[in-house]
Structure formats: C-alpha cells, structure tokens
C-alpha cells in the first residue's frame, strides 16, 4: 500500500454563541464544583481540542451513513467494512486488526485567534410542578465573537480509489465526507450543552489546498 495524496482543509470557526469545551453534563454531580473549560497550559487562552471537534464529526456522519449506534448502541462505529467511510476515514472503533489502512483524518487542536475570553453561565434545572429551580451551577463557556484556527489534513492512500461518497470517488470521496462532517458542525454545533444554546458556530475563509472553499 503506498500514500497518494494529501489534502488539508483550513479556515476559521467563529462562535455565534458562548461555546463549552471541557465540561461534560454526563459528569455533573448534584452540587458539583464549577465547569471550568479547557486552555492551553502556558498562555492560558481557551482551545478547542481537535478530539472533540473530530468526534463530533463522527458521530454526525455516522447518522449521515446510516452507522450510527450500531451494533453496540453508543460505541462509535467498528464495523471495518470497505464500504464504511466512517471506518475509513477515522479508523474503526476498537478494532485493533483490519484491512482499512491507518486513519485518513487529522484534526489539530484549534487555536484561539479572537476574543477567547471566558464568562459563567447559570444552569438549572426548572421542577416542572412547582417552578422552582433545582440544582443549579455555574459553567465556564468562552464568550460568543471568540474565533479559533481549524485545520484538517486528510491522508489518502491507493486503495482509497473504492471509496464513494455523494457521487465522488477516491481522494475526492474522502475530501467531500469530511466536508459533510464540517456542514454538519454548522448546523448542530460544537461543544458540550448544544441543546442549552451553547456551541452554535460558523466557518469563515474555508480553503482547501489553499483555494477557497464553500461548503
Ligand atoms: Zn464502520
């Protein structure tokens, strides 16, 4: 197997709402300690990391390929198959042995280029008979306005020339999957607490291999 190609997306992701990395509402506890979000160690400026913004992605897309909680309900997709571009594309969930090469995507941890500066949101919960609020807490989201650097190179190899998407096929394929993933991100958002109204984004200066890009 020999490496054919290489392809990289970059562009900016402008937050139109306050935008929640770090916290996660699985891990809340009843009167837990503050949500705090992710920054970088030295210059202490928020980042989005590139894991988050891939997984979300996958699991967009595997609702768009019809893979998404498949055999093992939550899990990310592991069917290995030639034809799951998921698979292809981020590599198959816990499957050590396959025949799909090493994954063709990367995404770098988005830099915060913009604003970047951070604000509390109060949360609760509203008991629905008596109105009153329960638990409540505050959570660190990086202010709406913040801008962050997002940058995706995509690997493609000979036995990529199978792969299909959307009427393209091989390095094309694989280009135009990921930039579903990227339009999927527009429409849901990125982020924990989406459904709060957190996460809403927008891309800005799109490229692809330096051209201008619309999604
Ligand atoms: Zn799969």
Redesign the pocket.
Known sequence: MRKTGYHEITGTICCISGLRVGGSDELLQIGGTDLTCIKHPVTLKPYIPGSSIKGKMRSELEQKAG?FG?RDQNEP?????TD?L??RVFG?HKKARHDLGPSRIVVRDAQCREGGETELKSENVIDRKTGTAMHPRKIERVVAGSKFSLRIGIHVWDFDDSAQWNGKSGGDALVEFVKDGLRALRQTGIGSGISKGSGEIEFEDLKLDGQSLAL
């Open positions: 893979k498949g997709c592991g069917c290995a198959q799951c998921v698979c198959p």
